[in-house]
């Protein structure tokens, strides 16, 4: 399936696609008077606690944001430990995400990684491909702006080279060029650490998704976390555009009071 632009989800309480911003490593680690790193390895431990919860809730699509594109500006002692932590993390992680059928996709410039990365990059995408279970999508050195001008950049050439015309172009064919495409567009997008901010993840894809903050650190979440997320979203009437006697009824705000 394409992304669709504004897909009402077939179980509208349940979400299809859920995307993570895992916010708060270094803060749950300052906490503990513990340096960051000790931060990103018990986050480590919330994500894999994530992806069995989702897998589990039979959640269809997760995508989590690990590093942006941004995030190569910290301190080059911080970045180089988290690349370390990526490479070792799929190397202890992928057999049992593999026998949990889960299908792991890397979105993002996977270019400025170093080899080693690559290589482990490509062997669980490699190794899962055929996987029926949760689609697993980690977002590495990405960014929506990125994102989003990959796709100019894919299309633009398609039209110099005369296989497509620029009157062609919708949001359509231009959504089937952004790294999610395929997928529906993330019902609900969770951030934790406190901060109401996008910091440029699935920009162009979260136009219409539910937005859910919480000041939980990301180490602290665990499926009682992700039962909150999904007990508001499923208070949630989505309209995208309409009114609400057009979607089935009353707005949230009087589901919620009558709840
Ligand atoms: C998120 O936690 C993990 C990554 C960005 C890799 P942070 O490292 O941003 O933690 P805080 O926000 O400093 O607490
Ligand atoms: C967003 O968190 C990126 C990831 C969680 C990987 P940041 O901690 O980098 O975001 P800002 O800098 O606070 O906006
Ligand atoms: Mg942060």
Known sequence: MAHSNNPIPADPSHPRHIAVVMDGNGRWASKRMLPRAAGHKAGV???RALVESCAR????????????SENWK????????????????????ID??????VRVVFIGDRNRFDEKLRQG???????????????????????GRWDI?????????????????????????????LCLAGLPAPDLFIRTG?????????????????????DTLWPDFNDAELARALDWYATRQRRFGKIAEQVGGESSESQQGAG
């Open 45 to 47: 431990n919330a994500t």
């Open 57 to 68: 809730r039979s959640i269809a699509a997760l995508t989590i944001f690990a590093f942006s």
């Open 74 to 93: 910290r301190p080059s002692t911080e970045v180089n430990h988290l690349m370390t932590l990526f490479v070792k993390t799929l190397a202890t992680e």
């Open 96 to 101: 049992k995400l593999h026998a949990q059928q």
């Open 121 to 143: 990059i490509s062997a669980a995408e490699q190794l899962t491909k055929n996987n029926t279970g949760l689609a697993l999508n980690i977002a590495a050195n990405y960014g």
């Open 149 to 177: 001008v990959n796709a100019c950049k894919i299309l633009a050439n398609q039209v110099s080279a005369g296989s497509i015309t620029a009157g062609a172009i919708d949001e359509t064919t231009f959504s089937e060029q």
């Open 194 to 214: 406190g901060e109401r901010r996008i910091s440029n993840f699935l920009v162009w894809q979260c136009a219409y998704s539910e937005l859910y903050f919480c």
